[in-house]
């Protein structure tokens, strides 16, 4: 019996998507609910599973096209069994062949020739053949069926050799089209003005220090860190200055009467931006539950549609990666975001005396045709103060 395997059903705001890869081709078995094929939209990757044990039978929507929601992708033959495979011949070559060294590598002059032209490097290659013999054949399949598959999934990396120049041209992902277009958006629409402030982290984690053991145990393995007490204080800034948590709709300001705070999260086919929901309800365990769940999600292309749609304030973290200073860009319709960034030592004045303190800087982008500057200033100011003595954070003062 043939089954038919057709495209997700798309939400009203995703109006098609791309095929990104396949994982199966025609004659393949294929088993229940295993991964046929990747289609990407411009907000995430959806993944279609086979719904019987089967054979793959035909492709009709290849690497690349464009399909619409519910489209058909591919027929299975249900309950058949893929043929067996041929003998493969010894990849070893011909006694009679050269044998040329390249470094610490014996290769087959097929094999180096073919690695120049794909650009690839000779040490990423494992030989098959021989004493470890590098063939045409490694080269081949080192150029082929594992790169298809991290397509998405990792930047393009191009070995050059020295003296060589050489470029590359890929398509850009529709994910990443879409990420330049909302960003570029932002710029032009937004009167975007940035606030900077900096934070004295010591009070925090000297608590993260005095209570992460204790936390981690009474939570399931849940790690108390430095996300919970932002999105915390975030929560309570945003409740005292309702501006900053309002969106605007064409000539109106619309205001929430609850705060659903975006997290920046970096994935491998790009930035997304969950939303945790309800934050005035979540404690600090909550909290860093969701956010370590996201991040799982987001590394194994699991968020999906609705864990991105709406949010009322964005926080994001260049500081995992280094950054002591950024300007963050606007998440429309929001109208601001926080910018965290790297913890640092820094000479402090403290009552007549200068001691070391861990600082950090933050930064708060806002949108100057809703916010005002001075709400966006002591929004700001508020986050720091309730960072720097966290037990106001519980006592709401």
Not at 9 to 38: C, M
Request: one cysteine or more; glycine letters at 8%.
């Amino acid at each position: 019996m043939a089954i038919e395997i057709k495209a997700p059903t798309f939400p009203e705001s995703v109006a098609e998507g791309s095929v990104a890869t396949w994982y199966k081709q025609p004659g393949d078995a294929v088993s229940r609910d295993e991964i046929l094929v990747d289609i990407e939209t411009d907000k995430v990757v959806l993944e279609v599973p086979s719904p019987v044990d089967g054979v793959l039978e035909e492709i009709f929507a290849p690497e690349g096209d464009i399909v619409a929601s519910e489209q058909l992708l591919a027929r299975i033959k249900e309950g058949a069994v893929a043929a067996a495979p041929a003998a493969k011949a010894e990849a070893a070559p011909a006694a009679t062949e050269e044998v040329e060294v390249v470094g610490d590598l014996r290769v087959a002059p097929a094999a180096r020739k073919l690695a120049a032209e794909k650009g690839l490097n000779l040490a990423n290659v494992t030989g098959s053949g021989k004493g470890g013999l590098i063939t045409k054949e490694d080269v081949m399949n080192a150029g082929s069926a594992p790169a298809a598959k991290a397509v998405a999934a990792a930047p393009v990396q191009v070995n050059v050799a020295p003296g060589e120049r050489i470029e590359k041209r890929v398509p850009m992902s529709r994910m990443r089209q879409t990420i330049a277009k909302r960003l570029v958006h932002a710029q032009q629409t937004a009167a975007m003005l940035t606030t900077y402030n900096e934070v004295d982290m010591k009070p925090i984690m000297e608590l993260r220090k005095q209570y992460k053991d204790l936390f981690e145990k009474r939570h399931d393995g849940v790690r108390l860190g430095f996300m919970s007490f932002f999105v915390k204080a975030a929560t309570e800034a945003l409740k005292r200055f309702p501006d900053v948590n309002a969106s605007i709709d064409g000539t109106d300001i619309v205001y929430h009467g609850y705060q659903d705070i975006g997290v920046a999260v970096s994935t491998p086919r790009g930035l997304m931006v969950p939303v945790l929901r309800d934050c005035d309800s979540m404690n600090l365990a909550d909290i860093e539950g969701s956010i370590a769940d996201l991040g799982r999600r987001g590394r194994d292309g699991k968020i999906g549609i609705d864990d991105l749609q709406g949010g009322t304030f964005t926080i994001t973290n260049g500081g995992v990666f280094g950054s002591l200073m950024s300007t963050p860009i606007i998440n429309p319709p929001q109208t601001a975001i926080l910018g965290m960034h790297k913890i640092q030592d820094r000479p402090m004045a403290i009552n007549g005396e200068v001691v070391i303190r861990p600082m950090m800087y933050l930064a708060l982008s806002y949108d100057h045709r809703m916010i005002d500057g001075k709400d966006a200033v002591q929004f700001l100011v508020t986050i720091k103060e309730l960072l720097e003595d966290p037990a106001r954070i519980l006592l709401d003062v």
